[in-house]
């Protein structure tokens, strides 16, 4: 069975902490993403990667980095949180060879105090 | 730009019958794709059915299909006899491209759908 996963389901952080959301596949799917959910938007792409090492911009990325050292991981970032990045975040993966699908992890509610 | 608009911010429907929800996109691409999601209030998104560009029938999965209407660029999502279970949040999107690469998706703002015994 394919999983997605993600480190916490709920997060609750500080004004200007550092926050790492983790999100790891077993799929060895080439391409991972990390997206943010809020009503009435739907879903926004923050940060995308095809490769180890390798990452591109998505349609939000200012206040977030990423890391993907491991093909199987990877890490959002959230430099110095602030309370507009309380959100739900999910994380996605996908083949090359079924590019058609892309698997989504639970999902972690962050919220930022 | 491209772009998914879904309409419908909320759907009700009887238990048994079918239910359109409606999806339209805005793209320059010859090749794309689109998809349907849904997304139970546990918050995990799930792959209901996908329709490639150049797909001549329209894509059906179970009581899930897909009427795609290249022309006039819409991609409504029809399930027939509707479950209690299929009361959800449901999400049409678009990839970017053709097949293969990225595949990068833009979401609709999504459609909430309640069931009724």
């Known amino acids: 069975d394919v999983k997605v996963t993600q480190s916490s389901r709920y997060l609750v952080k500080r004004t200007g902490e550092k926050v790492f959301l983790e999100c790891v596949q077993d799929m060895d799917h080439e391409n991972m993403f990390w997206y943010r959910q809020d009503p009435g938007l739907g879903l926004r792409l923050i940060y995308f990667?095809?490769?180890?090492?390798?990452?591109e911009k998505g349609d939000i990325p200012e206040g977030y980095s990423v890391s993907r050292e491991k093909k199987e991981r990877f890490s959002l970032i959230l430099e110095s949180a602030s309370t507009n990045q309380t959100s739900m975040y999910l994380c996605?993966?996908?083949?090359?060879?079924?590019?058609?699908?892309?698997?989504f992890g639970p999902g972690t509610r962050l919220t930022v105090t | 730009a491209q772009k998914i608009t879904q309409t419908q911010p909320g759907m009700f429907v009887q238990e048994k019958e079918a239910v359109t929800l409606d999806c339209t996109y805005d793209?320059?691409?010859?090749?794309?794709?689109l998809f349907w999601y849904k997304q139970p209030s546990s918050g995990e998104m799930i792959f209901l059915i996908y329709?490639?560009?150049?797909?001549?029938q329209n894509a059906t999965e179970g009581r899930y299909s897909l009427n795609f209407q290249k022309a006039r660029k819409s991609a409504n999502l029809v399930i027939s006899a509707s479950q209690l279970g299929d009361s959800a949040m449901y999400f049409c999107?678009?990839?970017?491209?053709?097949?293969?690469?990225?595949?990068?998706?833009?979401f609709g703002a999504g459609t909430r759908l309640a069931v009724h015994p």
């Open positions: 990667s095809y490769d180890v090492k390798m990452k």
């Open positions: 329709q490639g560009s150049y797909d001549e």
């Open positions: 996605a993966s996908t083949s090359r060879a079924r590019s058609y699908e892309q698997y």
């Open positions: 793209t320059s691409d010859q090749s794309y794709g």
């Open positions: 999107a678009m990839r970017e491209g053709g097949s293969g690469g990225y595949n990068k998706l833009i």
